[in-house]
């Protein structure tokens, strides 16, 4: 089996570091880019929220009062960076959501379908959870390396997600990129910068070293870039980071 080089790094609540968290937003376009759109979208939710996939449950402080948080995810959660199960989420095999038909009012689902081996099923299942006119947020990777293998599925498209979502029972399915080609550059360099960071192997370091060192203020200046670039709405939407959805049930 293919070993990852580098393992993600699991997300934490914003507020258990306010400072750590802004200065991942800046390193980490991906992170930058779901918080962008998820924690607006999340201060809309009302009544009680699902959290498939919860982790460890970084953005339930993101729901208004009038929100009620309930987080499941599947029993093999370490397999996933996750710390020991939690007490407060609820974990399940992965396919029947242990809720009735009809529950909740608001779902989101994080970084999470590209690790499903049937997402079309999944979809369908937090459907039936789902009352009628609810809300579900969804983010997705689109350029992202390889990540928490074996458990590494799928990378969708546009046209794929409103396909998903339109046969799984939503209506009124808004499809958004995160980020565009330049940020999908930037955050490329900055794996390669982490991959040729020195190591305790000297050998493999006497070349990486200079690699690291030319590479670190092309890095920087591609970051600035990236970030600019996000403000103003620059580069080409046909390659971004990921996708954040925003589905209706039908």
Excluded at 4 to 13: D, L, Q, T
Aim: hydrophobic content about 45%; some cysteine; charged content about 25%.
């Amino acid at each position: 089996m293919t070993q990852e080089s580098f393992k993600p790094i699991s997300v934490k609540a914003p507020s258990d570091s306010r400072w750590m968290f802004a200065i991942r937003c800046l390193v980490d376009l991906q992170m930058k880019t779901i918080a962008e759109y998820l924690r607006p979208a999340m201060a809309t939710l009302r009544g009680r929220v699902l959290d498939v996939g919860a982790g460890e449950s970084p953005w339930r402080e993101w729901l208004p009062a009038n929100a009620t948080y309930h987080g499941i995810d599947v029993g093999n959660a370490d397999d996933f960076g996750m710390q020991a199960q939690r007490p407060d989420i609820t974990y399940y095999d992965g396919r029947t959501i242990p809720f009735g038909d009809g529950e909740f009012d608001g779902v989101i689902c994080i970084e999470v379908l590209e690790h499903v081996e049937q997402p079309d099923a999944l979809i369908t299942e937090i459907a039936r959870c789902m009352k009628p006119g609810a809300t579900l947020l969804l983010t997705v990777p689109w350029s992202a390396r390889r990540h928490h293998i074996p458990h590494d599925y799928h990378r969708f498209t546009r046209e794929r997600l409103l396909d998903l979502f339109r046969a799984g029972g939503f209506s009124q399915v808004d499809v958004r990129e995160r980020g565009t080609d330049i940020l999908v550059i930037a955050n490329k360099l900055i794996v390669l910068n982490a991959r040729l960071m020195p190591s305790r192997n000297l050998l493999r370091s006497l070349w990486t070293l200079p690699l690291f060192i030319g590479l670190v203020p092309v890095t920087l200046s591609f970051l600035c870039v990236a970030h600019i670039a996000d403000a103003v709405g620059a580069g080409a939407k046909e390659d971004p980071l990921g996708y954040f959805v925003r589905a209706t049930k039908g």
